[in-house]
């Protein structure tokens, strides 16, 4: 990356690409860790998540995608309400969850790349594994997956290509929206630039995405808006304009107002 602006690295929108009618709504969410979640996201949108490391980030995708589900407050898909109370409910209505953990949680390590696809097909979508398993090379081969065979051992792979095996999981599933937690840490920058064009791809497409991480200018350089995360709790919101210090003005409480983009 280096001699190379920072903002080289994240691609512009598909020319395509428009952002639709809401598709996730939370409304005074909470549980143990967060209080009063208000956010939408849309069709098409890339929706940025930031804040200090123990923010309630990580907590507010477990919290809308229902392994940790909220306890109190309302959230709505479509404009109806529904009640996500377990990672199996969340796949069954549309949503995956990329952790920020792809080995502990990601993946079966043990197991080949054809099975890690099918995860989360097998768990709660058993009758469609063997179509999905005639689309799973098409999946892999449009992520760039770099491997010997769908029989190789996902542990035997790079980082880089482990993470887009997670990715591949998810997307034989159809996501309509799709939560992604620290997505390229610990992979090399052109499996991060990989990552960077299917989130583009996906938003193209129509699919809702929020996007958390710990890098300030991967978040603004990919996200639509952003919201700032503090103690549980929404702190504000920013423009993809807005520079890292404003950024880290609310997510420390020194800035407690919201900017929006004029």
């Given at each position: 990356?280096?001699?190379?602006?920072?903002?080289a690295?994240?691609?512009?929108?598909?020319?395509?690409?428009?952002?639709g009618?809401?598709?996730?709504?939370?409304?005074?969410?909470?549980?143990?860790?967060?209080?009063?979640?208000?956010?939408?996201?849309?069709?098409?949108?890339?929706?940025?998540?930031?804040?200090?490391?123990?923010?309630?980030?990580?907590?507010?995708?477990?919290a809308?995608?229902?392994?940790?589900?909220?306890?109190?407050?309302?959230?709505?898909?479509?404009?109806?309400?529904?009640?996500?109370?377990?990672?199996?409910?969340?796949?069954?209505?549309?949503?995956?969850?990329?952790?920020e953990?792809?080995?502990?949680?990601?993946?079966?390590?043990?197991q080949?790349?054809?099975?890690?696809?099918?995860l989360?097909?097998?768990?709660?979508?058993?009758?469609?594994?063997?179509?999905?398993?005639?689309?799973?090379?098409?999946?892999l081969?449009?992520?760039?997956?770099?491997?010997?065979?769908?029989?190789?051992?996902?542990?035997?792979?790079?980082?880089?290509?482990?993470?887009?095996?997670?990715?591949?999981?998810?997307?034989?599933?159809?996501?309509?929206?799709?939560?992604?937690?620290?997505?390229?840490?610990?992979?090399?920058?052109?499996?991060?630039?990989?990552?960077?064009?299917?989130?583009r791809?996906?938003?193209?497409?129509?699919?809702?995405?929020?996007?958390?991480?710990?890098?300030?200018?991967?978040?603004?350089?990919?996200?639509?808006?952003?919201?700032?995360?503090?103690?549980?709790?929404?702190?504000?919101?920013?423009?993809?304009?807005?520079?890292?210090?404003?950024?880290?003005?609310?997510?420390?409480?020194?800035?407690?107002?919201?900017?929006?983009?004029?």
């Open positions: 990356m280096v001699g190379r602006p920072i903002g690295f994240f691609p512009d929108p598909e020319p395509d690409t428009e952002v009618p809401p598709v996730l709504t939370v409304t005074a969410g909470g549980n143990e860790q967060l209080d009063g979640i208000d956010l939408e996201l849309r069709a098409g949108e890339i929706l940025g998540i930031s804040g200090l490391q123990g923010s309630g980030r990580t907590e507010l995708l477990e809308i995608f229902g392994t940790q589900a909220f306890t109190r407050g309302r959230m709505s898909l479509d404009g109806r309400p529904v009640e996500i109370a377990s990672a199996r409910d969340g796949v069954r209505r549309g949503l995956a969850l990329v952790t953990d792809r080995k502990g949680t990601g993946l079966a390590l043990s080949s790349i054809l099975d890690n696809a099918l989360a097909i097998r768990s709660v979508f058993p009758s469609r594994t063997r179509r999905t398993r005639t689309e799973v090379p098409g999946i081969t449009s992520l760039e997956v770099i491997s010997r065979g769908l029989g190789q051992e996902v542990r035997s792979l790079s980082g880089g290509n482990q993470q887009k095996v997670v990715l591949a999981k998810w997307l034989a599933t159809s996501p309509r929206v799709v939560l992604l937690d620290e997505p390229t840490r610990g992979i090399d920058v052109g499996a991060k630039i990989a990552v960077y064009r299917l989130i791809k996906l938003a193209a497409a129509g699919v809702a995405i929020v996007l958390v991480s710990s890098e300030l200018p991967e978040v603004l350089g990919m996200s639509d808006r952003l919201l700032v995360m503090s103690d549980g709790r929404i702190a504000g919101q920013l423009p993809p304009s807005a520079s890292e210090e404003e950024v880290l003005g609310l997510a420390t409480g020194t800035e407690a107002r919201v900017v929006e983009e004029q």
